[in-house]
Every structure is written in structure tokens, then in C-alpha cells.
């Protein structure tokens, strides 16, 4: 999953600097919509850090570590859902203008159960997987790129 978060902060990176040349011509794109809506970093960089070194292997074990360091599950398959809505609520009050898309993430992604069908159970890839469809549905106009 680590691999997956680096290509996709490649991908955007990359995207984004692709995005800035084209500002004068917004032409038709075929690029994924995720590079499309700046979401801000919703980790905390402790944990991340934490979670990135070493890198940990398979698929879902840094956004289990990551969810684990920062109390958002009970135990390896249970959502601590009021820690997560309370992470979202502040970092909802960090980024302004987010408050619709942090709604639907907690509606989507807190108050039921996702299941994003990775090859491995992992309530965590789960919930952040969801948050991040979730926000970039709901994306602000002013975070939005494309």
C-alpha cells in the first residue's frame, strides 16, 4: 500500500507540474480524477514517518500501521469510528472549505462499513481508500485542478 501512496504523491507530483505548464490550455484529459483535487496530507507525519521506515511489505501494512499509530482502530479489523471522526473534524477545522467532503467521508466511509476488495482483508486500506473517493467527490472548486 506504501508503494501505492509513493506513486500516487509520483503520479500527482508529476500531474501537477503537467497541470501547472497547461494552465493556459485546459484541453480535454484522460488523466484518473484523483490527480485532479489537491486533498490536502490527511496523516499525521509522526505516524507516517513511523510507518515508512523501514518501508513495510504487502499491501495494506503501512495504512494498517498508520491507522494503528494514530488509534483509528480498535483492533486489526475494527474502526475506532469516533478517533476517525474526530481526526476528520480536525482536520476539517485545519482545511477550510472541506467541510462537505469531510461529511461525506464520515457518511461514507465511518458510519458504514466499505469494503474496497483488496485481494487481502484490510479495514484500514478499507476506510482510507473511501475517504479519498469520498473527498474527491466532494472536492472543494478550489481545490480543484483539472
Same mark, same amino acid.
Given at each position: 500500500?506504501?508503494? $501505492?501512496? =509513493?506513486?500516487?504523491?509520483? =503520479?500527482?507530483?508529476?500531474?501537477?507540474?503537467? +497541470?501547472?505548464?497547461?494552465?493556459?490550455?485546459?484541453? #480535454?484529459? +484522460?488523466?484518473? +480524477?484523483?490527480?485532479?483535487?489537491?486533498?490536502?496530507?490527511?496523516?499525521?507525519?509522526?505516524?507516517?514517518?513511523?510507518?515508512?521506515?523501514?518501508?513495510?511489505?504487502?499491501?495494506?501494512?503501512?495504512?494498517?500501521?498508520?491507522?494503528?499509530?494514530?488509534?483509528?482502530?480498535?483492533?486489526?479489523?475494527?474502526?475506532?469510528?469516533?478517533? $476517525?471522526?474526530?481526526?476528520?473534524?480536525?482536520?476539517?477545522?485545519?482545511?477550510?472549505?472541506?467541510?462537505?467532503?469531510?461529511?461525506?467521508?464520515?457518511?461514507?466511509?465511518?458510519?458504514?462499513?466499505?469494503?474496497?476488495?483488496?485481494?487481502?482483508?484490510?479495514?484500514?486500506?478499507?476506510?482510507?481508500?473511501?475517504?479519498?473517493?469520498?473527498?474527491?467527490?466532494?472536492?472543494?472548486? #478550489?481545490?480543484?485542478?483539472?
Amino acid at each position: 500500500m506504501f508503494k $501505492y501512496f =509513493i506513486y500516487c504523491v509520483f =503520479i500527482v507530483s508529476t500531474c501537477h507540474a503537467d +497541470l501547472l505548464s497547461q494552465k493556459e490550455n485546459k484541453g #480535454a484529459t +484522460l488523466k484518473p +480524477l484523483s490527480v485532479c483535487c489537491d486533498i490536502p496530507e490527511l496523516g499525521d507525519p509522526k505516524f507516517l514517518a513511523k510507518c515508512s521506515n523501514p518501508k513495510l511489505p504487502g499491501p495494506c501494512n503501512d495504512v494498517q500501521c498508520v491507522f494503528e499509530e494514530s488509534g483509528f482502530l480498535t483492533d486489526r479489523n475494527t474502526l475506532n469510528k469516533e478517533a $476517525y471522526k474526530a481526526h476528520l473534524r480536525k482536520w476539517e477545522e485545519d482545511n477550510k472549505g472541506w467541510t462537505v467532503a469531510v461529511d461525506k467521508a464520515i457518511a461514507d466511509c465511518v458510519d458504514n462499513e466499505p469494503r474496497q476488495h483488496l485481494d487481502v482483508p484490510c479495514k484500514a486500506y478499507d476506510v482510507f481508500t473511501c475517504t479519498g473517493i469520498a473527498m474527491l467527490k466532494k472536492c472543494p472548486e #478550489a481545490a480543484w485542478k483539472c
